[in-house]
């Protein structure tokens, strides 16, 4: 069914949106929160997504591309970016007794670039039929 919904439990067809809060402007700019806590919401199949706009509980967003990129900020935790250097975090490591500047973790495939959302557009784009049923 091209659904992120699984039947297991406690959510089975249900998910948190959004999952990421921090520096996320699109939660005022689309009215994504509800009662200041993510909401649960059924995952709908992407079968002919690129016909079913508005996308999101409220309909808030017409455009696909704007909707790929709302998901990668809001679900992924992802920056949207076309600068390599965006891709790359170094964190240095907390943990009591290490060495600051030896003891870090770097974190790649943080940022999705306008390719990469024009990329997925047109992929979900080619999971619309060629006629829809009557």
């Given at each position: 069914?091209?659904?992120?919904?699984?039947?297991?439990?406690?959510?089975?067809?249900?998910?948190?949106?959004?999952?990421?809060?921090?520096?996320?402007?699109?939660?005022?700019?689309?009215?994504?929160?509800?009662?200041?806590?993510?909401?649960?919401?059924?995952?709908?199949?992407?079968?002919?997504?690129?016909?079913?706009?508005?996308?999101?509980?409220?309909?808030?967003?017409?455009?696909?591309e704007e909707a790929i990129r709302v998901m990668a900020v809001s679900q992924l935790g992802r920056t949207l970016s076309d600068d390599?250097?965006?891709?790359?975090?170094?964190?240095?490591?907390?943990?009591?007794?290490?060495?600051?500047?030896?003891?870090?973790?770097?974190?790649?495939?943080?940022?999705?670039?306008?390719?990469?959302?024009?990329?997925?557009?047109?992929?979900?784009?080619?999971?619309?039929?060629?006629?829809?049923?009557?």
């Amino acid at each position: 069914m091209f659904s992120a919904a699984g039947t297991e439990k406690p959510l089975g067809i249900y998910r948190a949106f959004p999952v990421f809060w921090d520096g996320n402007p699109y939660l005022d700019k689309y009215d994504l929160v509800l009662d200041e806590r993510p909401g649960r919401f059924r995952v709908p199949s992407l079968r002919n997504v690129a016909l079913t706009a508005p996308y999101f509980h409220n309909g808030s967003v017409s455009d696909l591309e704007e909707a790929i990129r709302v998901m990668a900020v809001s679900q992924l935790g992802r920056t949207l970016s076309d600068d390599p250097l965006a891709d790359i975090r170094i964190v240095a490591a907390s943990v009591e007794g290490t060495i600051p500047g030896r003891n870090t973790d770097m974190f790649t495939n943080r940022a999705v670039s306008r390719q990469e959302v024009s990329d997925i557009a047109e992929f979900l784009r080619s999971l619309t039929a060629a006629t829809l049923p009557d």
